[in-house]
């Protein structure tokens, strides 16, 4: 819950900068709090390695492009 809402308050200025529409920000910001969960529990129980940071950030591009291109058809 922490790390969502500390994310809301940085999205919350992006939005403003940049003007994403509110839809797409929220869909980044559950999806960079799912990642940012697996991240700190991978490393709490030491299974945390570099690969799977290149592994996982790739899924979470993906999965963001294809939640905004089906909401918008």
Not at 33 to 61: C, E, H, K, N, Y
Request: glycine share 6%; proline share 1%; aromatic share 10%.
């Amino acid at each position: 819950a922490t790390i969502y809402a500390l994310l809301q308050v940085c999205m919350e200025q992006i939005v403003q900068r940049l003007g994403v529409s509110r839809d797409n920000s929220k869909k980044l910001l559950l999806l960079l709090t799912v990642f940012l969960g697996v991240i700190i529990g991978m490393q709490s129980i030491g299974q945390l390695s570099f690969r799977d940071l290149l592994a996982i950030t790739p899924l979470i591009i993906v999965l963001y492009f294809y939640l905004s291109y089906f909401r918008q058809a």
